[in-house]
């Protein structure tokens, strides 16, 4: 998201949110006579940041079915069959969301190209931030469709309200940073030409213990990371009133 506002001298206000950058207008300037008056004056371009590592609180595990069979609607038919019946068992249980990952069939052919085998793959992945209800729904769910993947990461809900406060952190970073190059190069004061707010997020994830274990009816382990969340603030600066 990008804001464009001025001021004439300094300073950006504290009132910040993830929603909007609020400062007083310059006071009896139209746009064209700000910019005139304001580009004779140097500019400045800076980046601050603020990072936190968090938990991750969302668990994804993927069950994967596969099936061989000289026949390909045998293939395309049972494996449909176990798809149907996992996903309708695992809907049942209310702590979790579930949904269908890839599908494919494909054929294995000799060296004079010709069919010999019918391979199928399906995947159903089960969501849920209740970890331990999600490694007990895999586990009753393994003898059709063992787990093949595990996979962790941070909600949407909570990676916003992480991101509202790192804002406020990034932005009183980039203020400070304003301020000490104002002081450095002999100005006065700043104004802030304009503003660029980015987020990021690098994932984290500890490695599962093997999932052999769900092969004898025991929870699967989960075992989440931490994520790194950073917003940055980049922005442009006027150096105003050169200090005598």
Do not use: C
Not at 33 to 57: C, F, I, M, T
Not at 101 to 128: A, C, M
Not at 173 to 194: K, V
């Amino acid at each position: 998201m990008r804001f464009s506002f001025f001021r004439r001298n300094l300073i950006v206000g504290a009132g910040l949110s993830a929603a909007m950058i609020m400062a007083a207008p310059a006071a009896a300037q139209s746009p064209s006579e700000y910019h005139g008056h304001h580009e004779k004056w140097p500019q400045a371009s800076l980046n601050a940041e603020a990072s936190r590592s968090v938990p991750q609180d969302t668990v994804e595990i993927t069950l994967a079915a596969e099936l061989s069979d000289p026949s390909q609607a045998k293939v395309t038919t049972q494996l449909a069959q176990t798809l149907e019946a996992v996903m309708s068992q695992a809907k049942q249980d209310e702590k979790v969301t579930v949904r269908s990952g890839n599908y494919r069939v494909w054929p294995h052919t000799d060296k004079n190209g010709h069919i010999t085998n019918w391979q199928g793959r399906g995947e159903i992945i089960i969501k849920s931030k209740d970890f331990a209800a999600a490694s007990e729904l895999a586990t009753r769910l393994s003898d059709r469709m063992p787990i093949s993947n595990l996979n962790f990461s941070v909600s949407e809900e909570a990676h916003s309200n992480y991101e509202k406060e790192l804002l406020g952190e990034a932005a009183e970073a980039f203020r400070e940073r304003a301020e000490a190059l104002t002081r450095a190069f002999g100005f006065s004061s700043y104004t802030i030409r304009n503003v660029d707010l980015s987020g990021a997020g690098a994932r984290y994830v500890a490695a599962p213990r093997m999932m052999a274990m769900a092969a004898e009816d025991a929870s699967v382990p989960l075992e989440p990371g931490t994520q790194t969340i950073t917003v940055s603030v980049r922005g442009t600066i006027f150096l105003n009133k050169e200090q005598k």
